[in-house]
């Protein structure tokens, strides 16, 4: 993604040679990651365009499915400022944008305008959840802390992008298990003296067995963000010659896509000949620069007897973080699908095994055991914004959203059992145990 910003240099990586172009800010290298990785790794850009070819050939692939698929998270914040060493309330922030965004949870998902109706997705059921043990087996709350001596891990003389991070004899943090966690880096990639160089990247898996853990040539797997744009609650912000890009949280929502395996709605091309693979996404030119000019229709493409303008809504658009709201129900189905069929061991279905957060925010549930309902409440007096109560079989059998501090729960029609309830803020994601009797 690209973001216009006044007097700020941008650098572009076409197949790991750095150029100099005024006044942008690369927003995504995963495009240049691509191709980076296609040098060591021959076959690899072909392996994944071939990937929604494989989506499309079985009918199955696209079936929709009710199993929420509970992705293992850590996070890795890197810094050398204080600045860059984020509060764990900007990880749960982001953790919560994440949820909000895959879950069609979003507030703003009612801006999304009449005419992409017949293609607007739905709940991913895609949950992102902090690990609760690491790779050995112990206790975390999933947060990795490093400092270190590098003021930036931007490789502005070799390949362009910050593979640096992923280690730590290069002044990063080894990754865990990638073929168990979704490890994402939060470092500061800025050039000296001229500001970020890019905000993030990530690239899909290939259409092959999940990556090799222990691989150390090419790009290696996860996600890397910009520390000022990683949370919606982050306190530092991107300005350059009079303009402020808004970050929500979005730049991660962004890359997780790519990590998913979907592709800029545009293809990656300058001209309507591009093609993201997905069927249902309008065709559009590579045009957005952050605006939110919802009047461009730059290329004339039919969907459901429609020839739909530029979907700046989308979340894999270059479009600005504040119209960016929806997914299509293609590219709902398909990281669906890129889940299940490629990276089969960084989830869980069961939810049971997703531990209970405690010590983020204090919550009082009561009665526990509950008969006819429950009050859940915030006791530092935080608006909880939604609670959703799942059974043990991880199905999501009720959401409220609220805008007070408490909130009220009929459970006189549960059966009796064990619930989990899920409390969001707009600084938190809490998880606990409820207790049904009659």
Request: proline residues 6%.
């Amino acid at each position: 993604m690209k973001i216009k910003l006044t007097s700020l240099l941008f650098l572009s990586m076409a197949f790991g040679m750095p150029k100099l172009e005024a006044q942008n800010i690369q927003k995504c290298a995963s495009f240049d990651a691509m191709h980076l990785q296609e040098q060591v790794q021959p076959g690899y850009i072909q392996s994944t365009q071939n990937l929604f070819q494989d989506f499309y050939s079985i009918p199955s692939n696209r079936a929709a499915s009710d199993t929420f698929l509970y992705v293992r998270v850590v996070v890795h914040i890197v810094y050398n400022k204080p600045e860059e060493n984020l509060a764990d309330s900007v990880v749960y922030n982001q953790i919560q944008v994440l949820n909000e965004d895959y879950g069609r949870l979003n507030p703003d998902s009612v801006n999304l305008r009449p005419v992409f109706q017949p293609v607007t997705g739905v709940d991913s059921r895609i949950r992102f959840l902090l690990a609760d043990t690491d790779p050995q087996g112990n206790p975390t709350n999933g947060i990795t802390r490093t400092q270190t001596s590098t003021t930036s891990f931007f490789n502005l003389g070799g390949s362009g992008i910050a593979e640096g991070v992923k280690s730590t004899a290069s002044g990063g943090i080894d990754p865990w298990d990638q073929s168990r966690f979704l490890n994402i880096w939060v470092c500061n990639m800025s050039i000296p003296f001229i500001g970020p160089a890019v905000l993030g990247y990530a690239i899909p898996p290939a259409g092959l067995p999940n990556w090799d853990p222990n691989s150390t040539t090419g790009i290696s797997d996860g996600v890397v963000i910009q520390f000022q744009v990683f949370g919606a609650n982050n306190p530092n912000i991107i300005s350059a010659g009079g303009t402020t890009y808004i970050a929500r949280g979005r730049t991660p929502v962004h890359e997780i896509g790519h990590y998913l395996g979907l592709r800029h709605i545009w293809g990656d091309a300058t001209n309507c000949a591009g093609n993201d693979g997905i069927l249902d996404t309008p065709r559009a030119t590579d045009k957005s620069n952050s605006d939110c000019d919802a009047s461009k229709n730059t290329c004339v493409d039919t969907i459901a007897g429609i020839d739909m303008p530029d979907m700046i809504e989308n979340y894999m658009d270059y479009s600005a973080e504040t119209c960016q709201n929806s997914f299509t129900k293609d590219q709902i189905d398909f990281v669906r699908w890129v889940l299940r069929s490629k990276r089969p061991d960084i989830f869980t279905v069961s939810f049971t095994g997703i531990p209970e957060l405690k010590n983020q925010h204090a919550f009082s549930i009561w009665p526990n055991p509950a008969n006819e309902s429950v009050t859940i409440s915030n006791d530092n007096g935080d608006v909880i914004s939604e609670v959703a109560l799942y059974n043990t079989a991880g199905q999501r059998i009720l959401t409220q959203r609220n805008h007070k501090s408490d909130i009220l729960i009929q459970t006189s029609q549960l059966k009796q059992g064990i619930y989990y309830i899920e409390m969001l803020t707009p600084n938190s994601v809490s998880r606990s145990k409820l207790f049904v009797t009659h």
